[in-house]
């Protein structure tokens, strides 16, 4: 075992590394080749400046104090086990001795053998210890003989007749100690005279010879020392007294050590006392401030290890302790205790109720308070006189039977404080009376109540789930306690009075101070402002006047005069686990008792002395993104921009209490405030922008003492190369350059756009005149005026009239609507209606029509572009009722909307396409009809100018048996309104 600066210890075995860091033992990854892939660790040690070397069977391994790896020393040879040993010379050089030669390594790692020694190990053979004694002076023990020896001239000083020595230790200037692990002898001898005096028949605290075979001897103090025995456990020898204390396993005890066999030892800096054994095993030998008792065992050795719920010394000088299963009669002499059981037998398993308050009567009675089984009297059998509720007669009964408190009136009557009330009881007439009817407190007396005190006046305070109350005997009125800031609104749990009439009142959420005068709140306590918990279970005032204050965890002394709270935790040797609520109780000789889950502690007030020690807190290890630096030795680092992503772990090492310690820490200039950790040593930070930082970690044992790292770390991250200045500028610039010329291409463009609009609207207005050229075709011209000439011929001077007329008007709708860039809907179909009906004369009705259109569409309102359907209905009747043989030709049109699109549905029962077509090119005429592909390349430009997103799709109507019989326009195009016009 060694220990290095920061406090950890590190442990060898036969099968690798571990380090104990007083919270965890991990082990030390090394890869297989690191010892050569032998594991087997003979020897370690911690020099000054923080190296580890460690002895194998292959040879001797280091690793620098702030170095991750191990290195191998040069002179590397063979090494039996127990056959090599550790030192340092005064100038800071490594001493290495084995059992057959010694070395000197210097800081630079280069060996010298000492030469000057090798007629001792000829003669002697086989180094058995090797022990610093002072100065350049050193202990060499071999079989045979010891030698003092000076290392600096490599010379024998001394020869002391002591054989098979295996381990020494120097007492002062000339003497020392020496034992062996072969045989039962120890020595006390002095160096320069040889003179030796065996030491076995010195007193023990047992009257037991003091055992020999030592494998180990420490200093642990002024002239006391730490002797690991082969078969008696340790020895805590005090030479200058001549006494030893002896220390051994005990089956019975988990605290004892493991093994009595214990081959090495070492004692810590912070005086913490390792065992090699079975094992490991460690105590603190210090006298905690606070001593404790951790369980309770009766004559046949049978062993209470559970929660310890309240205490009591009564006037015999008696301890009775009540515990979750017993009542306890302890005896602090002989640590025996003889268990009474409060046992419900109707409750089955349920039936060991627990003892949660111990009072005496004014004849020395022992009472007991349970939960779930009432109260009781202890009785000469050992049972208990029981009383629980009755339900019948609640007048006159316990409130219930969770007892949560019992406590003492000054004419020695007792309130039970109970879940469902409070009531006074004579322990000598065993009367109960409650107050469900009194005039005043019967507001209270049914309320869960868990402390009463009597005050000096008589008056009482009851502490409640629902608050704190006040009584006032002479006035008979019950007040309110208001308690400002109460932030749990759970009301008060115990009560306590100092010697000058003040009230102390502990509730969950801090101590209030309140004056016994007015009831006014003067002083409210927290954690904050140093208490070890806002969850206060105890009140306590000593025979000093001051104040007890014992929290869920942790303990605290107010001073009313000086108005300063010292606070106590684990490394005082308080018991980690949790306290209950009213368990204390102070001895008529002012010693003071509290209890908890772990057991009870037991202190005298005036034997107290308040200091803080501080913590140790350090940085164990920084990883980076491909890196890990353990113990860094730098307190800055640079980060570069694509390797941002840091672990920082820290650590405060206390070889007894490091699982209580607990860490914050904060990363100035990205974490807003500090970060509570728990237990959890280890802070990471992902993608950390670029900038400046300071991690700050702080660890405490309490939550209110907080020690921070010695030295505080300093992050530099790096900007990305396009985040520097540099790199913007250069960025700038290009932009503004590319900014130049997008503006000038843009320029162009606009003034391209504008060509092209203007060749699109000439594109247009040709397409307009191509149309009204389509419209007002020769041959359509032709005929209708043919048609006109045969009705003047046939004196027919009606139809004439009424065939010229629509003709007329037809070529004005034409004329007007090809001006326009839009029409109403219901110009559009007039002109629509007029066309078709020339076009019926033209054919001599062979054809009926409809145009039909949706009722609820307001055609007025809605525009199109003009002459958009026309060529649809031109198609429909020359191309395909045109053909029909058949008499009884239809067109029908059907305009209608559906939400925002116009829908014009133009349907025929003439040949059909692919019959159009062929008959079309049987005919003599062969016309050709540019109306279609005009209307085509018109929708186009239209759908661009005007965004109406018109189409049109073509289809055949076809009966069930396949035959064509006619064919089905569908025209739509969206729909748009005057107003979105104007």
Request: with cysteine; charged share 20%.
């Amino acid at each position: 075992m060694a220990e290095d600066p920061e406090g950890r210890i590190w442990i060898g075995s036969d099968e690798g590394l571990n380090v104990f860091d007083g919270h965890l033992v991990s082990t030390f990854n090394q890869p297989d080749n690191v010892f050569d892939g032998n594991h087997n660790i003979l020897q370690i040690y911690s020099d000054k400046k923080g190296t580890i070397w460690v002895a194998t069977p292959l040879g001797v391994f280091f690793k620098k104090h702030h170095d991750n790896r191990f290195g191998r020393l040069k002179y590397t040879q063979a090494l039996e086990a127990d056959g090599v040993f550790f030192g340092e010379t005064l100038a800071g050089n490594l001493l290495v001795a084995n059992r057959n030669s010694c070395y000197e390594v210097s800081t630079d790692g280069q060996a010298k053998r000492l030469s000057g020694f090798d007629g001792l190990f000829r003669d002697n053979k086989i180094l058995l210890s090797f022990q610093h004694f002072k100065g350049h002076q050193w202990l060499m023990a071999f079989r045979n003989k010891m030698y003092l020896v000076n290392i600096k001239r490599q010379q024998p000083i001394k020869a002391i007749n002591l054989s098979s020595v295996w381990c020494a230790a120097p007492i002062d200037d000339s003497s020392l100690l020496a034992g062996s692990f072969a045989h039962d002898t120890l020595w006390r001898a002095n160096a320069y005279t040889g003179k030796v005096e065996i030491i076995n028949n010195w007193k023990s605290s047992k009257g037991k010879t003091i055992s020999g075979y030592a494998g180990s001897i420490i200093p642990v103090g002024k002239n006391i020392f730490a002797i690991g025995t082969r078969y008696s456990g340790i020895f805590l020898l005090d030479v200058d007294k001549r006494y030893a204390i002896p220390i051994k396993h005990n089956p019975a005890d988990p605290t004892s050590i493991k093994w009595d066999g214990c081959r090495r030892l070492m004692f810590s800096r912070s005086g913490t006392l390792f065992a090699l054994t079975i094992g490991l095993s460690f105590t603190q030998l210090s006298a905690p401030a606070f001593p404790s008792q951790s369980f309770l065992a009766n004559e046949k050795d049978e062993r209470y290890n559970g929660a310890f719920t309240t205490i009591l010394h009564d006037k015999k000088g008696q301890f009775w302790v009540g515990t979750n299963r017993y009542l306890a009669l302890w005896n602090r002499e002989t640590n025996i205790s003889k268990f009474y059981s409060f046992i419900d037998a109707k409750l089955g398993p349920q039936k060991y109720k627990t003892i949660r308050s111990v009072v005496t009567d004014s004849q020395d009675r022992v009472w007991v308070g349970t939960y779930g089984g009432g109260i009781g009297k202890l009785l000469s059998n050992g049972t208990f006189y029981q009383i629980k509720r009755n339900p019948i007669d609640i007048d006159h009964s316990l409130p219930s039977n969770d007892i949560n408190a019992i406590t003492k009136t000054t004419d020695q009557n007792f309130f039970i404080c109970a879940n469902n009330g409070f009531a006074l009881f004579n322990p000598i007439t065993a009367a109960v009376t409650r107050y469900l009817n009194h005039p005043t407190l019967s507001k209270i007396a049914d309320k869960t109540t868990f402390y009463i005190l009597e005050d000096n006046a008589k008056n009482w305070w009851v502490a409640q789930a629902g608050g704190l109350f006040f009584y006032n005997k002479i006035k008979n009125e019950v007040y309110t306690v208001a308690l400002p800031n109460n932030q749990s609104q759970s009301g008060a749990q115990v009560i306590a009075t100092d010697s000058s009439g003040n009230i102390y009142a502990g509730t969950p959420d801090g101590l209030y101070v309140i004056s016994a005068l007015d009831c006014k709140v003067k002083k409210v306590f927290r954690k904050s402002d140093g208490l070890t918990s806002n969850n206060i279970v105890g009140l306590l005032c000593d025979k000093q006047g001051k104040m007890w204050i014992l929290g869920n965890i942790g303990i605290s002394r107010y001073d009313p005069v000086t108005q300063l709270i010292e606070s106590f935790d684990a490394r005082d040797g308080i018991l980690l686990g949790n306290h209950t609520l009213c368990n204390f109780f102070m001895a008529k000789d002012g010693e003071v008792f509290f209890t908890g889950t772990d057991g009870l502690n037991f202190f005298y007030p005036h034997n107290l002395s308040y200091s803080k020690r501080p913590l140790s807190v350090w940085l164990s290890a920084i990883e980076l993104s491909d890196t890990t630096i353990t113990i860094p030795q730098e307190n800055n680092y640079w980060l570069s921009h694509n390797k941002n992503n840091i672990s920082l772990s820290f650590l405060a090492v206390d070889l007894q209490y490091g699982p209580s310690i607990k860490y914050r820490y904060q990363l100035e200039g990205y974490d807003k405030g500090y970060v509570y950790a728990g237990t959890e040593r280890t802070a990471r930070y992902a993608n950390l922008p670029a900038g400046k930082y300071v991690f700050k970690a702080e660890a405490s044992l309490n939550g209110f003492d907080w020690f921070a790292l010695k030295e505080n770390l300093s992050l530099s991250v790096a900007k990305a190369f396009w985040k520097t200045w540099w790199f913007v500028s250069g960025i700038l610039i290009l932009l503004g350059i590319l900014v130049l010329i997008i503006t000038s291409t843009r320029i162009k463009k606009i003034k391209k756009e504008e060509a092209l609009k203007r060749d699109f609207e000439n594109q247009l207005a040709q397409l307009r005149m191509s149309l009204l050229r389509t419209q007002m075709n020769p041959h359509f011209l032709f005929n209708s005026l043919n048609s006109i000439n045969s009705f003047i011929l046939k004196n027919d001077r009606q139809n004439a009239s009424g065939y010229l007329t629509k003709f007329s008007r037809l070529m004005r709708l034409i004329l007007d609507n090809s001006r326009s860039e839009w029409v109403t809907l219901e110009s559009e179909l007039k002109a629509i209606e007029l066309y078709i009906q020339l076009e019926a004369l033209r054919f001599n009705h062979s054809f009926s029509h409809h145009i039909h259109i949706s009722g609820s569409m307001d055609t007025e309102d809605i525009i199109i572009p003009p002459m958009l359907i026309q060529p649809y209905i031109e198609n429909a009747i020359w191309h395909g009722l045109m053909y029909r043989k058949e008499p009884g030709g239809s067109l029908i049109v059907n305009v209608s909307e559906e939400d925002d699109w116009i829908k014009v549905v133009v349907t025929d029962n003439g040949v059909g396409r692919s019959a159009s077509e062929a008959l079309k090119s049987k005919s003599a005429l062969q016309q050709k009809s540019y109306g279609m592909k005009i209307t085509s390349e018109r929708m186009r430009v239209v759908n661009v100018a005007y965004q109406i997103h018109a189409h049109a799709e073509i289809a055949d109507v076809v009966e069930a048996d396949g035959l064509v019989v006619g064919t089905t326009v569908t025209l739509t195009l969206k729909k748009i309104n005057q107003k979105e016009k104007l």
